[in-house]
T-cell receptor
Framework: GQQLNQSPQSMFIQEGEDVSMNCTSS?????WLWYKQDPGEGPVLLIA?????ELTSNGRLTAQFGITRKDSFLNISASIPSDVGIYFC???????????FGTGTRLKVLA | NAGVMQNPRHLVRRRGQEARLRCSPM?????VYWYRQLPEEGLKFMVY????????ESGMPKERFSAEFPKEGPSILRIQQVVRGDSAAYFC????????????FGSGTRLTVV
């Protein structure tokens, strides 16, 4: 079945540092999504990408849809303590309804 | 404008009992997705429903699990004869349209089977 490999699995960073995480797939996706999940809550959509090569920002967050359509990355600039959480990528293939989720990147920010 | 409402937030069931999880979509949303999340893992797709129709249930276990989204009322995910392995967080997401719209997630129901 389709799998999404997300890396790194976890990271500790200092407040103010930039963060980069990525997601790779064995399949071609036509949609890439990035979510953040806080403990005990559902995922919250951060950025949605619909075209290969698309680069989209949302405040301090920037995400790109890879040219090959098999990967995506998320960057967080100038991290702050409230960026702590689990970040998930999710992808959708053409003509299907379900999203395949990655295993998550656990981010911890040290003040 | 209320978000996606899931209840109960926490549910404890003994092995062999039935679990019913409810999801009320956002107003105007007629599409519902159910996902399961095991500890330390990502979300796994279970089923996609539109009002009164199951569109894609490729992620649902073949036995004991069923889902519905009636014309009136919330979507229900039903697990019969629960086993310990069913313990997980179950999330639903609702969306106003079809393919391409990621939907909005609820806060989930955490099922514990004892």
């Amino acid at each position: 079945g389709q799998q999404l490999n997300q890396s790194p699995q976890s990271m500790f960073i200092q407040e103010g540092e930039d963060v980069s995480m990525n997601c790779t797939s064995s399949s071609i996706f036509n949609t890439w999504l990035w979510y953040k999940q806080d403990p005990g809550e559902g995922p919250v959509l951060l950025i949605a990408l619909y075209k290969a090569g698309e680069l989209t920002s949302n405040g301090r967050l920037t995400a790109q849809f890879g040219i090959t359509r098999k990967d995506s990355f998320l960057n967080i600039s100038a991290s702050i303590p409230s960026d702590v959480g689990i970040y998930f990528c999710a992808g959708q293939t053409s003509g299907t309804y379900k999203y395949i989720f990655g295993t998550g990147t656990r981010l911890k920010v040290l003040a | 404008n209320a978000g996606v409402m899931q209840n109960p937030r926490h549910l404890v069931r003994r092995r062999g009992q039935e679990a019913r999880l409810r999801c009320s979509p956002m107003k105007g949303h007629s599409h519902v997705y159910w996902y399961r999340q095991l500890p330390e893992e990502g979300l796994k797709f279970m089923v996609y429903l539109q009002k009164e129709n199951i569109i894609d249930e490729s992620g649902m276990p073949k036995e004991r699990f069923s889902a519905e989204f009636p014309k009136e009322g919330p979507s229900i995910l039903r697990i019969q004869q629960v086993v310990r392995g069913d313990s997980a967080a179950y999330f639903c997401a609702s969306s106003p349209s079809t393919v391409g719209d990621p939907g909005t997630f609820g806060s989930g129901t955490r099922l514990t089977v004892v």
